[in-house]
Nanobody, 116 residues
Framework: QVQLLESGGGLVQPGGSLRLSCAAS????????MAWYRRAPGKQRELVAA???????NYADSVKGRFTISGDDAKNTVYLQMNSLKPEDTAVYYC??????????WGQGTQVTVSS
């Protein structure tokens, strides 16, 4: 009974910015990590960024220096600030939560389109 609600996607020009949000609710039983994945049309889903209990983060090489993942523990929410967006960033972005007993949950996805 965990629900992840994503928001913030949309259409943006190359070089623009978007901020994605993912709010978790339900019987989470404590968060171990949250992450953003993306899947471009016709491609495999890939890890974009993750934040782990304790605050450590990691990023795909393709987004380092442009994207920032952060979390608000009090709100059970994770954010992805995306700057200097490129057409190659166009994808459906998915939030994933891993709890402390090893269970994972996925959000519904939010579309990000980078186009002039």
């Amino acid at each position: 009974q965990v629900q992840l609600l994503e928001s913030g996607g949309g259409l943006v020009q190359p070089g623009g910015s978007l901020r994605l949000s993912c709010a978790a609710s339900g019987s989470i039983f404590s968060i171990n990590s949250m992450a953003w994945y993306r899947r471009a049309p016709g491609k495999q889903r890939e890890l974009v960024a993750a934040i782990i209990r304790g605050g450590s983060t990691n990023y795909a090489d393709s987004v380092k220096g442009r994207f920032t993942i952060s979390g608000d523990d009090a709100k059970n929410t994770v954010y992805l600030q995306m700057n200097s967006l490129k057409p190659e960033d166009t994808a459906v972005y998915y939030c994933k939560l891993m709890n402390m007993v090893g269970l994972g949950y996925w959000g519904q996805g939010t579309q990000v389109t980078v186009s002039s």
